[in-house]
């Protein structure tokens, strides 16, 4: 997986992505990273990035001038058309099928962290940058967003993530069928008087699966019914 992320604090960037997960997938080569820092691209002596917006209102807005000039740069280092993606909270709500679409996706990745009020609309137009938003609610910039989509995708990499762990097990994955996981203990057995439920350490693995198939649906219904509604799990209706 290639991806740029083009960014106003390459610093924060960079700290996370060479940390955990992110940091052993570029290591291993699996993704390869860069970090653009629109600041290098402003206008002037300041090197201006943005201006108060046009018809007045509070907030700046990022000028097309530097964007334009950071996208074509990271695409130009990408070597092929790319897959432009804005963070937004007015975008396509980002969940686990669109994280399996970016891992599969043979395009370069470029993601534009916006900041302040948000980006002349020209950048989103004129570019074709896809908004794609964290949820419902509003951060400072779009460098953590960033980062989640790259994170969420980057360890669907085959070979990313360790050899004991498997991404086709997590909830929200296709095979999950939309149940959330069981809970799950390790040692102690005992601890602070708190048992570990007797299945587990029984060795019979049909029953152990049948009681963590029961509490998967139990941990369902009471923590996100909403993933239920369409018969999930093939039991509820
Ligand atoms: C302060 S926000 C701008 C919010 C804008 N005034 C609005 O109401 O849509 C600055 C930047 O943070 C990022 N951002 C904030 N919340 C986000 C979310 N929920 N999902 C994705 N990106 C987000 C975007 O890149 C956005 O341009």
Known sequence: MKADIITLFPDMVATVAATSML???QEAALLDLSVTDLRE???????????????GGPGMVFRPEPVYAAVETATNRAGAPCRLLMPSPQGRVFDQPMAEELAAEARPLVFLCGHYEGVDQRIL?????EEVSVGDYVLTG????????????????????????SPEEDCFSAAAAGILK???????AEFRGMGVPQV??????????????????????????????????????
């Open 23 to 25: 940091g052993r997938a």
């Open 142 to 165: 779009g460098e953590l967003p960033a980062l989640i989509m790259l994170d969420a995708a980057a360890r669907l990499i085959p070979g990313v993530l360790g050899n004991d762990a």
């Open 200 to 237: 587990l350490l029984s060795g019979h693995h049909r029953e152990i699966e049948a009681w963590r198939r029961e509490q998967a649906l139990a941990a369902t219904r009471s923590k996100r019914p909403d993933l239920l509604v369409d018969g999930a799990g093939g039991e509820e209706g």
């Open 182 to 188: 069981f809970p799950q203990y390790t040692r102690p």
């Open 125 to 129: 137009d004129g570019l074709g940058f």
């Open 41 to 55: 691209f402003g206008l002037g002596g300041y090197r201006r990035v943005d201006d108060s917006p046009y018809g």
